[in-house]
Antibody, heavy 120, light 107 residues
């Protein structure tokens, strides 16, 4: 059974970097048939896919255009996890953030969600 | 990118009644569509993939149908635990996109 456990700060100051980690159990971040993604959800934006990382002979990343200039998603093969970094945050980045696994294009496994508030 | 439009935005249904939720794609997604249920405070839960295949553990009262640009999620007899928000997602064309959701509320 795949489980995803999120961790990271719940309060970030404006202009700083939001950082979250998603620890994987029951699967490998290096599996070559899945994609590991980050989402966020807010009343303003609904459910928004932010980006993902996946291994297909080499590591690949895809990012949503809305955050492409500010986002980095990195795999961590040593600890079997992946991370999200979102730079230069503003209050509009306040949301519940989720990590999730896609296989075949749909997301059967999700993290528990982390409410991140951007405020001074 | 493909735009997914869900209707209605809110559906008021009495327990035991049937609910039909609709998802329209701005271009064909074939049968590469998933449905998710989200209860407040929880992560989305996969219900249906491949437009009509129930995910593991999903009750038979949930059924998906359609292909191309018009897809439907039906809940045959609403139970108390089914009152939630439902999202459709296409995975036919990158980037994958979600609808804005349909809230199913108690009438």
């Amino acid at each position: 059974q795949v489980q995803l456990q999120q961790s990271g700060p719940r309060l970030v100051k404006p202009s700083q970097t939001l950082s979250l980690t998603c620890a994987i159990s029951g699967d490998s971040v290096s599996a070559n048939t899945v994609t590991w993604s980050w989402f966020r959800q807010s009343p303003l934006r609904g459910l928004e896919w932010l980006g993902g990382t996946y291994y297909r002979s080499k590591w690949n990343n895809d990012y949503a255009l809305s955050v492409k200039s500010r986002i980095t998603i990195n795999p961590d093969t040593t600890n079997n996890q992946f991370s999200l970094q979102l730079n230069s945050v503003t209050p509009e980045d306040t949301a519940v953030y989720y990590c999730a696994r896609a296989k075949g294009g749909y997301f059967a496994y999700w993290g528990q969600g982390t409410l991140v508030t951007v405020s001074s | 990118e493909i735009v997914m439009t869900q209707s209605p935005a809110t559906l008021s249904v009495s327990p035991g009644e049937r609910a039909n939720l609709f998802c329209r794609a701005s271009q064909s997604v074939s049968n590469n569509l998933a449905w998710y249920q989200q209860i407040p405070g929880q992560a989305p839960r996969l219900l249906i993939y491949g437009a009509s295949t129930r995910a593991t553990g999903v009750p038979a009262r949930f059924s998906g149908s359609g292909s191309g640009t018009e897809l439907t999620l039906a809940i045959s007899s609403l139970q108390s635990e089914d009152f939630a928000v439902y999202y459709c997602q296409q995975y036919d064309t990158w980037p994958w996109t979600f609808g804005l959701g349909t809230k199913v509320e108690i009438k």
